[in-house]
């Protein structure tokens, strides 16, 4: 039932996309979107077709998974596809009636669409190689010069982490509340929208309950164990660069420099 | 007869990189009023097994018959499955949401379409059934101690007055008292009321003493179906699987080794007494 819910939907394989440092994968990721945004031309695309299809193959993780992504945002592709074809002024290329499409409208539609599919699928291949804490750990590093600004950076990365690493365990508990109380005859499907909320007090009421309580003994574990915060706190695993990542930080930018060289000469 | 089980398979998560076969080809058939122990290792597929016989999960392959009806037709009412076939599950406070204890029970009952003077007289009955104290009654359910909150629970279960009573770890937590209380008040109301009784535990010691028979659940897999004494005999095999029998099996076991004259059927700690009184004559 709800068990099948994974977020951060990490997929484990034994590849080098897996086996890269979070942070090269987050900087890759995010010069990745930075590329899908700012260039275009067809041979710009075929250049970051043949990218992130090359870094799909390598990380061994199904297709499907990736495209699993972009079922959630299906609705808003075609709403959006259909608003930019039909509604940009320009050169008309066909109409009927009152409605015109125009090769403005065409090239924005088909344009938008790569880049969300993209953009999607660029992250999803971030979250299905590296495990949610592995994440927050990459961001916590990345983000540590802000630390001399007065940002948080490590209470931020830990309520990340607690969040993530809690939302399997509530997922489970409603799964197991919801099971008792339908045992007792609760419905969670029939009825109105009233109806339905009323039937939630008794899902809510204990799931509200064990948060605090888990809440409270995690609090309780931490100070137990002396957690005062970031201040001259060590890493079980720091992250270290490895040879691989070297690697890929050269061929990610290559990569976009690839793209800037295309734009300036085409 | 109210139960068959028919190859009966579920598998978590199926076609997932996290597919787990929780129950394997199980086949089991189980009595109108008979008192079942299932006993299995973390893991091993009990829990799973018994959230089938209320139809909270449903089967991959084979199928559940209650009372002669396939569950799994498109048609049958699990919901009214669910009144007949009461589940009290390990946590109490997985089911405890109301104000007072008293209001908690009444929601079971509620949910059946009874009469609100009915409902209430099921809720009294049923506590008084768990033997929780009056004074408790208009409690918040949150302040009851560990064993009070399991009475209530599983008070909430009995108001619907179910032909089945499945209790998932019941004693899970409790102390030694508060486990041999509760244990004893199921015992107590299934010889009350004859209803079939389904009790889930991983400690052989706490459903020898109680149950007529004994469902061994190993990865999946029914690996003994039998009266208590009888499963003892495997003891050695028990063990294989991370369970163990009731001590006293082992101090049989040990005397009659020793050469002493005693049978090995004993299974709890009068019957063991009685054994060895009659060899010291």
């Known amino acids: ?266 | 007869m109210s139960f068959i089980l028919d190859n009966v398979s579920y598998r978590y998560s199926e076609k997932t990189a996290y597919e787990i076969t929780a129950l394997d080809h199980v086949n089991l058939q189980i009595d109108d009023g008979e008192f079942i122990g299932v006993i299995g290792h973390t893991g091993s597929g009990k829990s799973t097994l018994i959230q089938h016989l209320n139809g909270l999960l449903k089967a991959t392959e084979g199928t559940i018959y209650f009372n002669g009806q396939d569950i799994y037709e498109e048609d049958y009412d699990l919901r009214d499955l669910r009144m007949q076939v009461g589940m009290v599950f390990q946590y109490p406070e997985h089911q405890l949401f109301e104000e007072t204890v008293f209001k908690d029970v009444c929601f079971g009952p509620k949910n059946q379409g009874l009469p609100e003077k009915d409902v209430t007289l099921r809720a009294y009955e049923a506590l008084q059934n768990v033997g929780l104290p009056e004074k408790y009654f208009d409690v918040s359910p949150f302040e009851l101690s560990g064993g009070q909150k399991r009475r209530a629970a599983i008070a909430g279960v009995i108001a619907m007055k179910p032909q089945v009573l499945i209790l998932d770890e019941p004693t899970a937590g409790l102390d030694p008292k508060g486990r041999d209380e509760i244990l004893d008040m199921i015992a107590d109301m299934h010889a009350r009321y004859g209803n079939t009784v389904i009790l889930v535990s991983h400690s052989m010691e706490d459903v020898a003493k109680y149950v007529d028979r004994i469902i061994v659940m190993d990865h999946g897999h029914v690996k003994f179906d039998d009266a208590p004494r009888q499963v003892f005999h495997h003891y050695k095999e028990l063990e294989e699987i991370g369970l163990a029998a009731p001590q006293v099996t082992y101090l049989m076991h040990e005397m009659k080794e020793k050469g002493m004259d005693v049978s090995t059927e004993a299974t709890t700690v009068d019957e063991a007494k009685e054994a060895i009184l009659r060899l010291i004559g």
């Open chain 1, 1 to 266: 039932m709800l068990r099948d819910i994974t977020l951060g939907q990490y997929y484990p394989a034994d590849s080098v996309i897996h086996k890269l440092d979070p942070r090269t994968k987050l900087f890759a990721t995010l010069l990745f979107i930075i590329s899908v945004f700012s260039f275009d031309g067809i041979v710009g695309f075929i250049v970051m077709t043949a990218f992130l299809f090359g870094v799909i193959a390598l990380s061994k993780v199904p297709l499907s998974f990736m495209l699993r992504g972009l079922k959630a945002i299906m609705i808003l592709l075609v709403i959006a596809g259909l608003f930019n074809l039909f509604l940009t002024p320009g050169q008309v290329l066909w109409s009927i009636w009152k409605i015109h499409i125009t090769r403005e409208g065409l090239r924005n539609a088909v344009l938008m669409t790569i880049r969300m599919v993209y953009l999607i699928m660029g992250s999803s291949v971030m979250t299905l190689t590296t495990t949610p804490n592995q994440l927050t750990d990459g961001l916590e590093k990345a983000l540590k010069p802000l630390q001399k600004i007065n940002v948080p950076v490590h209470e931020i990365a830990m309520m990340m982490s607690i969040a993530l690493r809690f939302i399997p365990i509530l997922i489970e508990e409603t799964d197991k509340i919801m099971k008792a109380q339908m045992a007792r005859g609760a419905d969670f499907e029939t009825g109105g929208l009233v109806k339905k909320a009323k039937n939630m007090v008794p899902l809510l009421v204990p799931l509200f309950v064990s948060a605090f309580r888990r809440a409270n003994d995690l609090a309780l574990a931490m100070e137990a164990r002396c957690y005062v915060g970031g201040e001259g706190r060590t890493k079980m695993i720091p992250l270290v660069y490895h040879k691989v990542d070297r690697l890929a930080y050269v061929v990610v930018i290559a990569y976009f420099v690839l793209l800037m060289v295309i734009k300036v000469v085409l």
